[in-house]
């Protein structure tokens, strides 16, 4: 499979800057779990699904940079920009971002982790531009694999970069939280978008020992599927920023409210990861109990148990004694 190169830049150019992409990924480790993936990041041309983004600008608001553009060296800083191991905004409305296109790194990492293999069924929640949905169909075939979004907008225009580039997994419009059920059951389920919680009924269409990796609370959930109404795993240490889900709120840090705390707590990111994990059962001063007594621990500290109708976070050890309820 594969695609051609977009805009006015010539194959060579865009060629040889993913080729620089490719390097850096693999020198920051992002796929040391599974190194398969670095063909895929080779092969798949990232210019097809970002065709414009935007870029801030100093004094406020936003230029869109456009691989149309009549000005070549517009194309070129376009194309470079695709290449470059930053987070693209895709989709703006009124200023707000609604869509991106994930750093290429920790796109890296999340499929590594992910840990696919052959003949596996995946589920992506969050279809985005189509370009995870790509390397997900060039590493296991486009029958192995579905996308979904609730913005028909956004899955038409992924769906339109798929088939550019020669990729046909099934895109679905509808609510990810509610899964893909006519396309189960899964062996991996990957959200691409950030969640307040790990829905039920993505755990009912998987398989078992399934594996579904998510951002939540500015983390990776790494979780294994027992059965329809079991799972329970741990975050992965690598940190996470992702665009709400559409389908649900997601309860934000009380950052802004800190109190009497020190402000450095307030900017430490673990503290603030605490902080969006517990948002539903905790204040402010009673994270910051918790992040003092325990040792200010790590990620890999935390974990989520789905069992029974019931969602909970917690600290070292699923029975407690520091467990957190999740929506």
């Known amino acids: ?4 190169a977009s805009g006015r830049e010539p194959d060579g150019l865009a060629a040889s800057a993913r080729a620089a992409l490719v390097r850096e990924i693999d020198a920051s480790g992002a796929w040391d ?6 063909e895929a990041f080779e092969a798949v041309p990232r210019q097809l699904f970002v065709p414009y983004y935007y870029v801030g600008l100093p004094g406020g608001g936003h230029e869109r940079l456009w691989g149309q553009s009549p000005d070549p060296r517009e194309c070129e800083r376009w194309l470079l920009g695709v290449y470059t191991d930053i987070p693209l905004a895709t989709r703006l409305r009124d200023g707000e971002l609604l869509s991106s296109s994930s750093q290429p790194s920790l796109m890296a990492r999340m499929l590594a982790e992910l840990r696919p293999a052959d003949g596996d069924r995946v589920l992506e929640i969050g279809a985005g531009t189509g370009y995870n949905a790509a390397l997900l169909a060039h590493r296991l075939g486009d029958g192995r694999v579905t996308t979904v979004d609730l913005d028909p907008e956004i899955t038409e225009s992924a769906r339109r970069h798929l088939a550019e580039a020669g990729y046909r997994p099934a895109v679905v419009t509808g609510d990810g939280a509610r899964g893909v059920p006519g396309n189960a059951p899964y062996d991996r389920i990957i959200a691409t978008c950030a969640l307040s919680t790990v829905p039920s009924a993505w755990l009912a269409q998987c398989r078992a020992g399934a594996r579904i990796l ?41 950052t802004g409210r800190l109190g009497t705390l020190p402000r450095s707590t307030g900017d430490h990111e673990l503290f603030r990861f605490l902080l969006a994990l517990t948002a539903t059962a905790l204040g402010p001063q009673e994270a910051y109990t918790v992040w003092e007594r325990e040792h200010r621990p790590a990620r890999e500290r935390f974990g989520v148990t789905v069992a029974a109708g019931r969602t909970w976070a917690w600290l070292d050890d699923p029975e407690g004694p520091y467990v957190w309820p999740l929506p």
């Open 33 to 38: 779990a599974d190194p398969r993936w670095r």
């Open 1 to 4: 499979m594969g695609g051609h």
């Open 214 to 254: 998510a951002p939540l609370a500015t983390g990776l959930i790494a979780l294994t599927v027992r059965d329809a109404r079991h799972g329970e795993g741990r975050f992965l240490h690598t940190p996470a920023y992702f665009v709400p889900s559409r389908g649900g709120s997601r309860p934000e840090p009380e």
